[in-house]
């Protein structure tokens, strides 16, 4: 077990129960977004490209911090970089409450320092989830973890729909007719909603963070990174091809909880009001959860490269049935797509990582840059569902799956070498 401590075995099981823990906290913060998008643009009387700097505050991060996330990491070492991720995080929750007593600049800053914490805990515990078992079994595990995030991605829509969308939420028309004093008033009030929640949030985080700091974790060796290995990081192809596959997939996926609330809201799918679809994007996110669940066993069987490609094309048919069909078709054809999305990350992270060596902990820095892609995408999606309407927008993530598909095709033998026969 390469890069483990020997006669770690047990030890490496206790230590990927605790790091579900983590997976499924920054799942639930991360797709919190999606109930504060359709929340700020009604508060805030925003188009849906200043909408989306919500997303783009908060994957933007993972391109500004992930380097210097790595080289924290190679100091300090995993767990510390687990606990001070927490802490950042921590931080970034507490920001919300000053933010909603200002504008809407200040929630953007609060998410991006939220994001920051949570870029390092990627950076640490993506690679750590890799050392903890033979390479061969690293997608299944992987798998495993997302599951637990997609649990909290799950979990999040449905809980922050009724604590931040169950007030009675005005139309900027309704608004506009308001006197300039009480639509002050009111933009403070909603804004506030987001208060309680994160607080608490913030409060889990910090609790979480002094767990891990008393924890006892195996020591997991770093490996030397010399210069030549920096050097030669571009020359791995399926780790760049792997780093666009990341940065079209997040920003896919993204880009349809982002705006799913508004899509069920269009009165040619489901005509519903924000606190009626937030529920439904646990659906959403529930499919990935219960694929990679299904994913962590089948995985152990299937070539990934091969998975990869076929949910990949499963997405594709999806989009298009909710581009070009209406009501209840196109509402969950929409939904299913997060069952596609279930073993996409992991999977693409371990494929990208495979036989790096020295140059593992490089090559995790550069995919969670590439997570930058849920910055950049939605904010093109929200572009064109402001010029050719939302439910046409979603043509823009089916390009993004269609080089899923073909990263996935091109390297579906990739673990053929390590499978027993």
Same mark, same amino acid.
């Given at each position: 077990?390469?890069?483990v401590?020997?006669?770690?075995?047990?030890?490496?099981? @206790?230590a990927?129960f605790i790091?579900?823990?983590l997976?499924?906290?920054?799942?639930?913060?991360?797709?919190?977004?999606?109930?504060?998008?359709?929340?700020?643009?009604?508060?805030?009387?925003?188009? !849906?490209?200043?909408?989306?700097?919500?997303?783009?505050?908060?994957?933007?991060?993972y391109?500004? /911090?992930?380097v210097?996330?790595?080289?924290?990491?190679r100091?300090i070492? =995993?767990?510390?970089?687990v606990?001070t991720?927490?802490v950042?995080?921590?931080?970034?929750?507490?920001?919300f409450y000053?933010?909603?007593l200002?504008?809407?600049?200040?929630f953007? @800053?609060?998410l991006?320092?939220?994001a920051?914490?949570?870029?390092?805990?990627?950076?640490?515990?993506?690679? =750590?989830?890799?050392?903890l @078992?033979?390479?061969? #079994?690293?997608?299944?595990?992987?798998?495993? #973890?997302?599951?637990f995030?997609a649990?909290?991605t799950?979990v999040a829509?449905?809980?922050?729909?009724?604590?931040?969308? &169950?007030?009675?939420?005005?139309?900027?028309?309704?608004?506009l %007719?308001?006197?300039?004093? %009480?639509q002050?008033?009111?933009k403070a009030h909603?804004a506030? $909603?987001v208060?309680?929640?994160?607080?608490?949030l913030?409060?889990?985080?910090?609790?979480?963070?002094?767990?891990?700091a008393?924890?006892?974790?195996?020591?997991?060796a %770093?490996?030397?990174t010399?210069?030549? *290995?920096? /050097? +030669?990081?571009?020359?791995?192809?399926?780790?760049?091809?792997g780093?666009?596959a990341?940065?079209? !997939?997040?920003?896919g996926?993204?880009?349809?909880?982002?705006?799913?609330?508004?899509?069920?809201?269009?009165?040619?799918?489901?005509?519903?009001?924000?606190?009626?679809?937030?529920? !439904?994007v646990?659906?959403?996110w529930?499919?990935?959860m219960?694929?990679r669940?299904?994913?962590?066993?089948?995985?152990?069987k299937? +070539?990934p490269?091969a998975?990869?490609?076929?949910?990949?094309?499963?997405?594709?048919?999806l989009?298009?049935v $909710?581009?070009?069909?209406?009501? #209840?078709? *196109?509402?969950?054809?929409?939904?299913?797509?997060?069952?596609?999305?279930?073993?996409?990350?992991?999977?693409?992270f371990?494929?990208?990582?495979?036989?790096?060596?020295?140059?593992?902990?490089?090559?995790?820095?550069?995919?969670?840059?590439?997570?930058?892609?849920?910055?950049?995408?939605?904010f093109?999606?929200?572009l064109?569902?402001?010029t050719?309407?939302?439910?046409? &927008?979603?043509?823009l993530?089916?390009?993004?799956?269609?080089?899923v598909?073909?990263y996935?095709?091109?390297? *579906?033998t990739?673990?053929?070498q390590q499978?027993?026969?």
């Amino acid at each position: 077990m390469a890069g483990v401590a020997p006669g770690a075995t047990k030890t490496n099981q @206790g230590a990927l129960f605790i790091i579900i823990m983590l997976f499924f906290m920054w799942g639930l913060l991360t797709s919190l977004n999606d109930v504060l998008i359709p929340h700020l643009k009604a508060v805030y009387t925003l188009t !849906y490209v200043q909408a989306m700097l919500v997303q783009f505050c908060f994957f933007g991060a993972y391109f500004l /911090v992930s380097v210097p996330a790595g080289a924290l990491i190679r100091r300090i070492g =995993y767990q510390r970089g687990v606990v001070t991720g927490l802490v950042v995080a921590a931080v970034g929750c507490a920001l919300f409450y000053p933010a909603s007593l200002g504008g809407y600049g200040l929630f953007l @800053g609060a998410l991006f320092v939220l994001a920051s914490g949570i870029t390092i805990l990627q950076v640490a515990a993506n690679p =750590y989830v890799t050392y903890l @078992g033979p390479a061969s #079994t690293a997608s299944s595990r992987l798998n495993l #973890t997302q599951a637990f995030n997609a649990l909290g991605t799950t979990v999040a829509p449905a809980l922050g729909g009724m604590l931040i969308l &169950s007030g009675a939420v005005l139309s900027a028309q309704e608004l506009l %007719q308001l006197p300039a004093a %009480q639509q002050a008033a009111y933009k403070a009030h909603e804004a506030a $909603a987001v208060q309680g929640p994160y607080l608490a949030l913030g409060a889990v985080l910090l609790g979480l963070a002094l767990f891990f700091a008393l924890a006892r974790l195996p020591r997991i060796a %770093q490996p030397a990174t010399d210069a030549a *290995a920096k /050097v +030669s990081l571009l020359s791995h192809r399926h780790l760049v091809l792997g780093a666009i596959a990341i940065f079209l !997939y997040v920003g896919g996926e993204v880009s349809i909880g982002s705006l799913l609330i508004n899509f069920l809201g269009e009165p040619n799918v489901a005509g519903m009001t924000a606190a009626e679809a937030a529920p !439904y994007v646990s659906y959403y996110w529930g499919g990935a959860m219960v694929g990679r669940f299904i994913g962590f066993g089948v995985m152990r069987k299937v +070539s990934p490269g091969a998975a990869l490609a076929a949910t990949a094309a499963g997405s594709v048919l999806l989009i298009l049935v $909710a581009v070009f069909a209406s009501g #209840t078709l *196109a509402m969950w054809a929409l939904l299913l797509v997060g069952l596609c999305n279930s073993i996409m990350f992991p999977t693409i992270f371990s494929m990208a990582l495979h036989k790096l060596g020295a140059a593992t902990g490089q090559g995790s820095g550069l995919l969670c840059m590439a997570i930058v892609g849920g910055a950049i995408v939605p904010f093109a999606q929200g572009l064109l569902a402001d010029t050719v309407g939302v439910q046409w &927008s979603f043509l823009l993530p089916i390009l993004c799956y269609l080089y899923v598909l073909f990263y996935g095709l091109k390297y *579906a033998t990739l673990y053929a070498q390590q499978r027993p026969a």
